[in-house]
Each structure stands twice: as structure tokens, then as C-alpha cells.
């Protein structure tokens, strides 16, 4: 890994760099061993202590740079794998929880609020009987786009697991996540995907519910809202939004 304080020169920069203290050390210790030995500082030894790291440093220093940045782009491409979804591009599952552990642990130190949801795409199962798991998997892309689209730079969204995605929305309640969600229900249902001659449409469900400083103790609380606010919107006819409330027979849609 190259040091990040060497980060902001460029390959050729960096061969300049070390290919001149190279030769600065050349000569020094050259110097020294001339003086050591009583033989003088002649012109000749110090040319010689100049063209030799002159004529080997640049190709050395070429070839180990390039293999360390080598080893960096290798390095940057694991985490990218290890934390980001390759069919939407959205965070893992498991990076996503860290990013929302973070985000709600923050949100609670400030008294602020946080909203979570969870969305599932309706009849996923019937989108993969009837065009395949190539078809299935271009909704995923689809709505990957599309949910990434939908929400701001500070929100975190995630994929669950097969048809099923999260957003957190920090210092987002009431109306105003409401608005958001159902914008993107309303968005998903308008869109479409081109599938081979097939067109294919489909829709959503989101059940969220919002942390208030106070109402609950931890983040599995505000997950497990969100999760029968999910299920209340799917018992209750699919596409549409609900809000986590004590009493399950209030809802917002």
C-alpha cells in the first residue's frame, strides 16, 4: 500500500522523488567511504555516484510503484465487493447495518430523529416464474437505480436480501419521509423494464417507522417496526406505504 502521504503524486512525481534522494544518498555515501579511505573525491567518483542510481532508480522505482498501486486498485476493488451489491449496486447487507448502527447511535447522541423503512418488491416470485432470473434480475437493477435516485447523499439504502431493500433517512419524520416514500412507490409503479420484447411493470411495498429520542431503546426496535409496518402494507392490498404505529389498526397510506 502507498503511503497516503505519497498519495497526491503522480507515478512520474513519485519516480522524480526517489530517483533524486537516490542519487543525494549515492553521493553522500560515497563521500564518506572516499574519506574513510583516504582515496579523494575525484570527478569520476562522483559521477559515478550520480548515473548509477540515475540509470537504475527510474526503472526500479517504475516497476515497484506499479506493482504497489497494483496491489491498491486490488485492495480498493475487495472492500468495494465486500460492502457494495454487484447486481444494484446498493450496500451489502451486512455493511448497511454497520452504516445504520452509526447513523441511528448519532442520531440518539443528538437528539434527533432517524427513520427506517423497509421496502419489498410485490409478486417477485411471479416476476422470476414468469420471465426467469435474468428477468428478475434486471427489476433488481431497475430499482436499485431507481431507489438510489430517489433519496439524498446523508440516506443509506441497502439490500436486504433477494427482493428486499432498507433506506435510513437521518433527521427525516413525519410528513416528510412520508412524502419520500410515497413519491417512490408512486415513481416504481409509473416505471417500467425492458426485457427482451417484454415490458415488464411492477410495484412495491415500504412499512417505516421513525425513532424519536425517548420512544425506544435501540435499533432492533426501530428494524422490527419497520418490519410489521411491511407486513401491515402488504395484508392491506400491496403498493403503498405504512407507518409503524402501536395500535396496527392505524395506518398512513
Keep these: 500500500m502507498i503511503p497516503s502521504s505519497l498519495l497526491k503524486y503522480t507515478r512520474l512525481r513519485l519516480i522524480i522523488l526517489i530517483t533524486s534522494v537516490a542519487i543525494l544518498l549515492s553521493v553522500l555515501i560515497t563521500y564518506i567511504i572516499t574519506i574513510i579511505l583516504a582515496d579523494g573525491f575525484s570527478l ?3 559521477s559515478s555516484a550520480i548515473i548509477v542510481p540515475l540509470l537504475i532508480s527510474p526503472v526500479l522505482t517504475w516497476y515497484i510503484v506499479g506493482l504497489m498501486l497494483q496491489v491498491q486498485k486490488l485492495e480498493q476493488e475487495q472492500r468495494y465487493l465486500a460492502s457494495y451489491d454487484m447486481l444494484t449496486k446498493l450496500h451489502t447487507r451486512r455493511t448497511f447495518l454497520e452504516l445504520f448502527e452509526e447513523k441511528f447511535d448519532a442520531c440518539a447522541n443528538d437528539y434527533s430523529c432517524v427513520s427506517f423503512a423497509y ?3 410485490d409478486n417477485f416470485k411471479a416476476i422470476n416464474s414468469e420471465y426467469g432470473h435474468s428477468g428478475g434480475d434486471e427489476v433488481l ?11 439524498r447523499s446523508v440516506d443509506i439504502s441497502g439490500r436486504i436480501g433477494g427482493e428486499e431493500f432498507a433506506i435510513v433517512l437521518p433527521h427525516t419524520s413525519g410528513d416528510s419521509i412520508l412524502t419520500v416514500l410515497e413519491r417512490l412507490v408512486d415513481n416504481t409503479h409509473a416505471s417500467s423494464v425492458q426485457f427482451g420484447s417484454a415490458n415488464i411493470q411492477y410495484t412495491i411495498s415500504i412499512g417505516y417507522s421513525t425513532y424519536q429520542y425517548g420512544d425506544i431503546t435501540n435499533s432492533k426496535q426501530l428494524v422490527n417496526r419497520a418490519d410489521q409496518a411491511l407486513l401491515l402494507a402488504k395484508n392491506l392490498g400491496k403498493n403503498q406505504v405504512q407507518q409503524y404505529r402501536k395500535n396496527t389498526n392505524s395506518h398512513t397510506s
Design 119 to 121: 421496502i419489498d418488491i
Design 44 to 46: 569520476i567518483t562522483f
Design 141 to 151: 437493477k431497475q430499482f436499485g437505480d431507481l431507489l438510489r435516485a430517489s433519496i
